[in-house]
């Protein structure tokens, strides 16, 4: 029991987790989400699969969207995310998914460090609150548990709209554009849905975001298209 504990507030382990959600962030915002080539080779007999778009004037699988902030077509597009400034589209959607779920064991251990620090380990409410050091961890505390706050409050909201997303395979600009209506689409294990996004069915390196994807076998409009 006495080790688990130790093991939980080892900053080792917090450092890993920020080595991850740092490797996830870069990685989401400079991997391509999925551009598509001027002149794409279409598989034979997926032709039907694939329309032209109208503002680039390209062929594109179904399920593209076209980015205006970006300027071009992106394969199963998502959403263009501000925050990492790329769009995430069908090759940088698992790093993407990495990143939310390291910010929320981030926000999750700095809580939890800010809660210990102050009830537990060397109780600051306790000590001579007139030093300067005291009074300036203590602020210091506060702000980093009130950014703690609201990033696990952001982010648990987000993760879980992709979450539900991935399970119903469906992507937040299809949701958007058919708010009212269920996609008629059969439905797929969550499993196979996930491996899909994360291009491998190892559920051990959808966690690891120090690797290359290997898109599956079968694309997704091919397999599923709307
Ligand atoms: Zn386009
Ligand atoms: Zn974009």
Redesign the pocket.
């Given at each position: 029991m006495g080790l688990r504990i130790h093991f939980v507030v080892d900053p080792h382990v917090f450092y890993g987790i920020a080595i991850f959600c740092l490797v996830a962030l870069v990685r989401a915002s400079i991997t391509d989400p999925g551009r598509l080539p001027e002149n794409p080779k279409i598989p034979h007999g997926e032709r039907e699969f694939w329309e032209l778009c109208n503002k680039c004037n390209l062929m594109r699988p179904k399920r593209s969207h076209h980015?205006s902030?970006?300027g071009h077509c992106?394969r199963r597009m998502d959403h263009?995310c501000p925050w990492i400034n790329?769009?995430v589209g069908e090759d940088n959607h698992w790093l993407f998914l990495q990143l939310c779920f390291y910010t929320e064991l981030l926000t999750s251990y700095a809580l939890m460090f800010s809660f210990c620090h102050y009830y537990y380990f060397l109780p600051l409410k306790k000590r001579n609150l007139d030093l300067f050091v005291v009074r300036h961890e203590l602020a210091i505390m506060r702000l980093a548990a009130f950014m703690g706050i609201t990033m696990l409050v952001g982010i648990t909201g987000l993760f879980y709209t992709q979450l539900i997303g991935i399970i119903t395979d469906t992507t937040s600009i299809e949701k958007m554009s058919n708010c009212c209506e269920e996609i008629s689409r059969p439905r797929k294990p969550w499993q196979q849905t996930f491996s899909e996004v994360f291009g491998t069915r190892w559920k051990i390196l959808w966690f690891i975001p120090f690797r290359q994807r290997q898109p599956l076998r079968v694309p997704y409009h091919f397999a599923n298209h709307v």
């Open positions: 980015c902030r970006c992106v263009h790329n769009c």
